[in-house]
């Protein structure tokens, strides 16, 4: 087995493109907003001689979308209701795009922003703050009411804890749908920004991973300011839920084997979720053991195991994509085995190629002793979570 130790080599895209870690939408009208960032992106990924650039900057760029016919106008606005998608730490706005035509199927006018740091090069989240994530969201917020007379926010991972964040300081929302959301991460996060003591000198220590970047719509590389960013806003947002109940309809899914988010504050706070419509999809690899504090009504265990596509459990990443998806899914073209990146490039190399003998699943330990896995990056059960998406909204969004 071969195995290398050696720390990976910085590149041009670790370093700080210059046009990313601020948000400057502003007052922009939300078309003019996506016009201008898609031209960022362009000439971001243009520098760094990106092949595929129009499919880099379809992907990565924020998007709107008009409501399936047949669904009756607003009231006051343009539009009945609404939704704000926001993507998730180290994602882009692609990560939200299979769930944007669900919404858009059940009459939502649909805008999603991209998170300032985001969609560009790894090197732009290594000065971000999470308060640039927060207006971003708010900016999305305020452009979307101004066309609709019921706002939703919709968020996964990072997106859901911006997504509530929001919705504790925006009495506009109406409800809430919430994918793998980060609540809680690992306390080891607040010790990430230590590394600025030395980094100056060593700048491979500023990066709790340094990978490939194989990814057309997702970083791989991590700079520990992003984790420290994530611990600043988690600790805000639980502040805030201590004082605050949580009164709109929320919808969540979530896995029970998340190694990313930590799935018992979501428990928690779908526990607290006071509204009667409130509904938890939760994917699990044991459907008889119930989460206890959430009532039997609002909550949907989902088997994560499917032994024909070698799948152990679902994971952080398999939420919101379905197994068709051309990039992410059962066939696609990506493979996430960043976990064994630098460390193990045999199994690495396993992940990436077509073995029917690798498994997918969340890398918990009880499924990497089961042998090569490669981390799951979409949901078999995606269909459905379409159909319960929709009996929630049928329920809940009146």
Known sequence: MQRSGATPSLGARHQPSGSNSRFNGNQLAFAEYVA?????????HGKLGSADLEKIVDGNAPFELEPAAGYPAGQEKTYRRGVLLTHGLTDSPYFMRHLAEIFQENGFRVMAVLLPGHGTQPGDLLDVTWREWAKAVAYGADRLAEEVDEVYLAGFSAGGTLSVYQSLRDKRV???????PALKITPRAAWASLHKLYSWLIPPAKWVGIRPDKSFYKYESLPKNAAAQMHALTKKLNGLLREHEVGIPVFAAASQDDTTANTPATLEFMAHARHPSSRLVLYTTDTEKFPPGIPVEKLELVNSVVPEQNILS???TAVVLPPDDPHY????DYSNAIHYYPDDMEKYRACNGKSEEVFQGEITEANLKAGTLRRLMYNPNFAALK???KRFIDDSVR
């Open 36 to 44: 201008r960032t898609r031209d960022m992106l362009g000439r971001t």
């Open 174 to 180: 109406r409800g809430l749908f919430l994918f793998s």
């Open 314 to 316: 679902s994971a952080h």
């Open 329 to 332: 899914g059962a066939a696609g």
């Open 387 to 389: 159909i319960s998406m």
